[in-house]
């Protein structure tokens, strides 16, 4: 039998706040301020409130033996009260243990309804008030759980969308571990985390120029299993990676922030191609003036006869 009395206590200011936004991510930090407060069987429904019509009925009283009474009738009273006493003993045991099934759940329901009562937002409260802890919590999941997988969605399609770049992945991994930890961890588990932020890195076609991350790839696939990667050691050899080819640069001359590699195309030199065009107007075979008149070429024709 649970006991109430002596639940952990809990800051107000620890208990987090719904404002019908991340349900999910609220829903989860909520279940260790239950687990705490050592209330959530009650919110979810494992214990519940004793039925009232199944409290114990105290047996009834047999008569009163009286002088008046045939010794026969004496004798098969005294049998009754005899059988009372030993239903009444069992009466009173019973009955003892419903109220004390019945105080548990209304000292835990008490106690569970008061930290709803601090977590959610005055417009939320006032439509659960009156219901029970665990009616409260099943409310809560039917009218929010709903928005609450498309904000996971949102989530996970981030993290599987970003693409880093080239400049300090420190902010971009803080906001990359934001999202994910939006997503409970049952969901996706730390390894296939790692895996998609790896996946996630900038790269290069090309077989001139190297991806920084390049061997910190190759060295986690070719020394660990996929299933056991770390993401917290993951993300500390992003960083590690980074500062070693490019913090001891000045700002000026780091990557700076939508940096990519060019994947292996080579931009187009177009100063070149005006340099080569000039080029080739500069060798181009020059023209020999303005054609000789009609004239001009009989006289020639004539000298060149004689």
Not at 120 to 147: F, M
Request: proline content about 6%; overall charge positive.
């Amino acid at each position: 039998m649970s006991s109430y009395n002596k639940s952990t206590s809990i800051n107000v200011s620890d208990i987090p706040r719904f404002t019908r936004h991340k349900f999910q991510a609220w829903k989860d930090k909520m279940v260790g301020v239950f687990m705490i407060s050592k209330v959530y069987d009650v919110v979810k429904g494992d214990t519940t409130k004793p039925d009232e019509t199944k409290c114990p009925k105290m047996p009834s009283t047999p008569p009163i033996i009286t002088g008046k009474m045939s010794n026969v009738d004496a004798e098969k009273t005294a049998r009754y009260w005899t059988q009372f006493n030993v239903q009444m003993n069992y009466y009173n045991m019973q009955l003892v243990d419903f109220n004390c099934k019945l105080s548990a759940w209304t000292d835990g329901n008490s106690q569970a309804m008061g930290v709803f009562n601090r977590a959610l937002d005055i417009g939320i409260w006032d439509q659960v008030k009156d219901k029970t802890a665990a009616a409260t919590w099943t409310w809560l999941g039917e009218h929010y759980a709903k928005s609450s997988i498309m904000e996971l969605l949102e989530h996970f399609r981030y993290i599987k969308d970003y693409r880093f770049d080239l400049s300090d992945p420190s902010p971009q991994l803080s906001q990359w571990m934001h999202h994910y930890g939006s997503i409970p961890a049952h969901m996706i588990s730390a390894s296939l985390a790692s895996i998609i932020l790896i996946s996630n890195l900038p790269t290069t076609n090309s077989v001139r120029q190297e991806s920084i991350y390049r061997r910190l790839v190759e060295t986690m696939f070719k020394d660990e299993i996929a299933t056991s990667f770390d993401l917290a050691k993951t993300v500390d050899s992003v960083r590690d990676v980074w500062a070693a080819r490019f913090g001891s640069l000045p700002p000026s001359q780091q990557p700076r922030k939508g940096t990519t590699y060019n994947k292996g195309k080579a931009p187009a030199n177009k100063p070149q191609q005006k340099q080569q065009t000039q080029v080739q107007r500069n060798t181009a075979i020059k023209g020999k003036g303005p054609n000789p008149q009609y004239s001009e070429q009989q006289s020639t024709d004539s000298g060149s006869s004689q």
